[in-house]
């Protein structure tokens, strides 16, 4: 039996180096900053974690699109994410009796472009050595100086404000309304199975769009407030970080991931900077510094709080620290009950040694 004719396909990256593939999703151009996720499943949730918004995912685990999609339960918000795909052997068939259809089709209608048949081994060397970068795709324009050109087009992470595009437009409620705790959620590009461990602890959560004003948190009348992951640049959003500041001038606990952690830190007057590549991954080690035990972690940033300003700073206390580079990985507010990870507790996809920070929350809001 033959094989059928696949379309191919071009990756090329931001100083020039090309890698030829072949087409998968939708047949078209897409560019953003490419970045590298190195576990070994989950690739739904990652496709729909709006935190990747604008970015080009390459999947390290060599095969990709074997077990299909599941509509709403593997979603981490409405629909695709991701800018564009990168992976070695890509299923366009899929094998799992709970599938609600392939890969290839959920790319189809969400109009993302990917390209397989790459060695994402010597991929991610190259862009692990040479730092983060921006990336285009093509299964159209199949001359590499002219997709070169069309690079110029996409803009540059660092500066880059992406919140507001993928925030709720309007409140929503989740959990009982006659729970114990109200937890207002500033929705940054949060992610489903956030708020849902929230609600699983007993916590009614009123989400609210990324530029919501203070007064208006503060309208829901909240035990607690709670600042979402997202996409971009934490430094390009002084509204989030305005909002944080008075919502610590309540002294009611508050709790932060991973862009959350960003800007509670920028609202603490520690600054944030540009990594050389971020940590995407499902088995990054952390250390709690409180307790003296490791945790493996989700991780997905590409930004991270400077070091030397949370050791110097006299009411911010080191909670967690990464055990590969020694970067921040938790803080916590001597001074309130704030406190904040890098790393995503909830999983989805990854490993739950985290979720007691969900449970640390709730107890601070008791
Ligand atoms: N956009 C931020 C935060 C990511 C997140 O919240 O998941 C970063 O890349 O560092």
Known sequence: ?????????????????????FALG???????????????TGYQEIYTDPSYFGQVIVNTTSHIGNYGIQ???????????IRG?????????????????SLQQYFEQANIVGIHGIDTRQLVRYIRDKGVMNCIISSVILDPEVLFAELSNVPDMEGLELSSEVSTQATYELGEQDSRFRVAVLDLGVKKSIIQSLADRG???KVFPAKTSFADLHAFNPDGFFISNGPGDPAAMPYAVETVKQALDTEKPLFGICLGHQILSLASGIG?????????GLNHPVKNLITGLCEVTSQNHGFAVKGDE???????????INLNDQTIEGIRRKD????SVQYHPEASPGPHDSRYLFDDFIKLMQ
């Not at 709403?72 to 994410?81: D, H, I, L, R, T």
């Not at 052997?89 to 259809?101: C, E, I, N, Q």
């Open 1 to 21: 039996m033959t094989r059928p004719q696949q379309p191919e396909a071009l990756l090329v990256l931001q100083d020039g180096t090309v890698f030829k593939g």
């Open 203 to 205: 916590a009614y959560c």
């Open 336 to 339: 309130k009950p704030a406190f």
């Open 26 to 40: 939708k047949i078209g151009t897409a560019g953003g900053e490419i970045c590298f996720n190195t576990g070994m």
């Open 272 to 280: 944030t900077y540009k990594m050389h590549n971020g940590h995407r």
């Open 85 to 101: 795909m990168v992976c070695n052997f890509f299923s366009p068939t899929y094998s799992r009796h709970l599938a609600d259809g």
């Open 71 to 81: 509509l709403g339960a593997e979603e981490e918000s409405a629909g695709v994410k």
């Open 310 to 320: 949370v050791m110097d700073h006299a009411n911010v206390e080191v909670t967690h």
